[in-house]
């Protein structure tokens, strides 16, 4: 702050009535020339280097009753995922597959913008891209959910709520989703006279043929991560706050997968135009953070057990 | 490689284009783009005075509304609303007109796969008839990668189900441009290499990606051509229309 | 995408049916599944500032029943409010999908809204920000029994945390009533096979009560014992409430 306030302070023949202006009134009067001061020193206003990521966390097993969870902190942005385990009939295509039902929700907790009756405007495009990001990438085998070929399989529907809306909210949430697959624990089930299937208590295990032997893990093929990028003027900024992004609107979000593959290079319109060098440039800081973050996931998971 | 299309085209042709301007003539301005059977249909209402809540009132907003052929708006509208809304805020030049609406409003007539670059054509075409003020067009190409890593553009929705992976990419186009002669190159490359929008599904290699940008790019400038060759002012000597 | 097919299908949990049993607590030594004496709540825990979007935000857990609570405010009211003399309170409850064992069962709990609205509305001096609305919203990450004492004491904690001003800190806390035995601080199971329940939201420093709820068939002395159990027990929630609120704020000084 001490820095800024000198800065400011500094003689310059065209912004006079920057070194006149407190601090915080510039920051909200003339936000993108507070900014763009900043990354002429190849700095953030949170001290971050442009190329830096926020400090990432990953907590599995948030939620005890759901069949797996996470809880997942890119700086400030906060999200919640819970899976939970369902039965349904499988269609006629498809009577070997399950079924995975994703659902992205921003609740009025998160933010300013968003009150209850009115969702933000975030929502539903983020909902659609995790599923499509999630489906289309085939981390997951549909065949794995399946219980009773032609009557039975899982149908799991994965939620994932934002707890504190600060940027990036894409790869947070790409980030918990993923990590709360990693973290599902199929229950041992069986199937009683009914035909219904119910899970398998301790007492009853003998009395029924078990469907599945014993609780088992989803096998990831290969797992996704994202990483959303700025792009102003000739800068890159990585993992932008909600500040960040009210100003400067270019923004591309880049998934990739661990076998280096690219899932989704998103890029909704934006007035800076993306040039082969710098489409370069984010998809190498990608690969980067792909093995940042897969190590924090490894870590995670280690710590579970 | 020798890929075989169901309807006989090369990999780098693009399906029969057909655009009509002024369809709508209640509309301030509006057109109609098909690509072989798929056809959106786009309408442009504006400038209106105000500015929604969110929105900033010193530059003029667009509001898009899509709406599909059948069904109710769930969350695919939503995306491609926000998609285009982002797209088509890049192009109008925003300073012109403060605190001021511009409705687009896309009708898709029918869905033969590469519908989100249909509606980005169409809503661009759209825009120049009802004269808005604009940098340069905006053209954009459906890209897809097969199984074996060719590269095929303008798939119809059923070569787009069998597909490994597709991209929309959506490019600037200018002839004259209001911007200086120095912003024409940056870094080397013409401006019209830059990449406005792009929105993939699928998973492809780093290298697939680029070489669908190559192919896009130069088919963006047969897009290109065929949209400003359509949308000429017709030398009629219709009267002005209303509002 | 959930794969093929158009509408989700229809699905059921494969959890053992929870249907009502007959109340295991007729048996004379009936003890309470999780181990705690009848009159004994669960540990308490509460962190503020969980939220940085907000204006002031806690967290509360008591045992599994989690929640978190967001204030907005004061800002703008709505164009369509005349102008008012006293600031406005605006709250929501909502719940999440996987706060109840089944999913998706408890999400019509529209009275919690109403009752929250209720309970902190007596605590507030809304004299303070005319003109202006304070929102508070609250989110139930994990319902496991007497979730409205919890939202209630985390949505004042979040205000004192935003900086709102109030008579006093709301401290919540219910009692079940089953068969004979008056139970403090019930779990879900214990909630599904109460006889009647008593919930009350008050002021402690001040002895006052902002909101009493009563369910089912009380005689008069059961109810005296059941308020005097609630009023001793929120006197000490609110202590502990205190300590937190003092613990954020010389953390935040350092």
New interface residues.
């Given amino acids: 702050m001490e820095k800024i306030k000198k800065r400011m302070g500094l003689p310059n023949a065209s912004e006079d009535l920057s070194s006149e202006m407190e601090v915080d009134a510039f920051r909200r009067l003339f936000p993108l020339r507070y900014f763009e001061r900043h990354l002429a020193e190849s700095i953030r206003p949170d001290g971050r280097p442009l190329m830096k990521a926020r400090e990432t966390s990953i907590f599995l097993g948030a939620?005890?009753?759901?069949n797996g969870?996470a809880l997942v902190k890119i700086g400030?942005t906060?999200m919640?995922t819970?899976i939970?385990?369902?039965?349904?009939?499988p269609?006629l295509?498809?009577p070997d597959?399950?079924?995975?039902?994703?659902?992205f929700?921003m609740?009025?907790?998160?933010?300013?913008?968003v009150?209850?009756g009115r969702p933000a405007?975030a929502s539903?495009?983020v909902?659609?891209?995790l599923?499509?990001t999630i489906?289309?990438?085939?981390m997951i085998d549909?065949k794995e959910l399946s219980l009773v070929s032609g009557k039975a399989a899982w149908?799991a529907?994965l939620?994932v709520?934002c707890?504190?809306?600060?940027g990036a909210l894409f790869d947070a949430a790409l980030l918990s989703a993923v990590a709360a697959l990693s973290h599902l624990q199929i229950?041992a089930?069986a199937m009683n006279d009914d035909g219904?299937?119910?899970?398998m208590?301790d007492e009853e295990g003998q009395k029924q043929e078990p469907v599945n032997k014993e609780k088992r893990k989803l096998t990831l093929k290969s797992i996704l991560f994202s990483l959303t990028c700025i792009l102003h003027k000739n800068y890159i900024l990585v993992d932008p706050t909600?500040e960040e992004e009210s100003i400067m609107?270019?923004h591309v979000t880049i998934v990739l997968?661990t076998s280096?593959?690219?899932?989704?290079?998103?890029?909704?319109?934006?007035?800076v135009?993306?040039?082969?060098?710098a489409?370069q440039d984010c998809?190498a800081i990608s690969r980067q953070r792909v093995q940042e973050l897969k190590s924090i996931l490894e870590n995670s998971a280690m710590e579970v057990e | 490689m020798e890929i075989n299309r169901p309807d006989g085209r090369t990999p780098n042709q693009l399906r029969p284009l057909a655009c009509s301007r002024s369809v709508l003539h209640r509309a301030h301005g509006s057109a109609s783009w098909a690509q072989g059977e798929t056809k959106v249909l786009a309408a442009v209402y504006g400038p209106k005075a105000g500015t929604k809540k969110n929105e900033n009132p010193e530059k003029a907003s667009i509001e898009v509304i899509w709406k599909p052929k059948t069904g109710q708006i769930g969350k695919a509208e939503r995306e491609s609303e926000m998609i285009l809304k982002k797209t088509l805020e890049s192009i109008c030049i925003r300073t012109i007109y403060p605190n001021t609406t511009t409705s687009i409003i896309v009708q898709v007539v029918h869905d033969d796969g590469a519908l989100l670059p249909c509606a980005i054509n169409a809503a661009c075409a759209a825009l120049v008839d009802a004269g808005i003020p604009l940098k340069h067009l905006a053209v954009a190409v459906c890209c897809s990668v097969t199984d074996s890593g060719g590269i095929i553009l303008d798939p119809t929705k059923h070569e787009e189900e069998n597909m490994k992976a597709f991209a929309y990419l959506v490019f600037p186009n200018a002839i004259v441009t209001v911007l200086p002669e120095r912003s024409l190159q940056v870094s080397g490359e013409s401006i019209a290499h830059g990449i406005i929008t792009s929105v993939t599904q699928g998973a492809m290699s780093v290298d697939d990606y680029l070489h669908c940008l190559d192919r896009g790019r130069a088919a963006s400038a047969r897009l290109s051509e065929f949209l400003r060759k359509n949308i000429e002012p017709k030398p009629t000597s219709e009267a002005s229309k209303a509002g | 995408m959930a794969g093929k097919g158009g509408t989700t299908p229809a699905t059921y949990s494969p959890s053992p049916a929870t249907a009502k049993k007959k109340p295991p607590h007729l048996k004379e030594d009936w003890l309470r599944p999780d181990g705690r004496g009848f009159h004994q709540c669960r540990p308490a825990f509460f962190r503020t500032g969980a939220v940085n979007a907000a204006s002031g935000s806690a967290y509360a857990e008591f045992g599994n029943t989690k929640v978190i609570v967001s204030v907005f405010g004061p800002r703008e009211s709505k164009k369509a409010m005349l102008y008012n003399d006293t600031g406005r309170l605006n709250c929501n409850v909502s719940l999440t999908t996987f706060a109840t064992p089944v999913r998706g069962q408890g999400l019509d709990h529209k009275e919690y809204t109403a009752m929250l609205h209720k309970a902190l509305e007596g605590a507030i001096i809304v004299e303070s920000f005319p003109k202006t609305t304070v929102d508070v919203f609250a989110l139930v990450l994990e319902s496991s029994g007497s979730d409205l004492p919890v939202i209630i004491s985390c949505a004042s904690l979040a205000l004192a945390d935003a900086g709102i001003m109030m008579y006093d800190l709301v401290a919540s806390v219910s009692v079940s009533c089953l068969s004979k035995n008056l139970v403090i601080d019930p779990i879900l199971e214990e909630e599904n096979c109460q006889d009647g329940s008593l919930m009350i939201a008050c002021m402690p420093s001040r002895y006052e009560i902002t909101q009493l709820t009563v369910t089912g068939e009380w005689s008069t002395p059961k109810i005296n014992e059941g308020m005097q159990l609630c009023l001793d027990a929120c006197a000490k929630l609110a202590k502990i409430m205190r300590l937190c609120l003092k613990e954020a704020a010389s953390d935040s000084q350092e």
């Fill in positions: 939620v005890a009753s759901a969870s400030s906060t919640l819970a939970k385990m369902e039965v349904m009939t269609s295509e498809s597959e399950g079924c995975i039902a994703i659902d929700h609740p009025p907790i998160c933010s300013p913008i009150r209850p405007e539903p495009v909902s659609k891209q599923s499509d489906s289309s990438s085939k549909l149908m529907y939620d709520y707890l504190d809306a600060d229950p089930v219904r299937i119910i899970i208590s909600s609107e270019t997968d280096g593959q690219l899932i989704s290079f998103y890029k909704p319109g934006g007035s135009l993306a040039y082969t060098a489409i998809v």
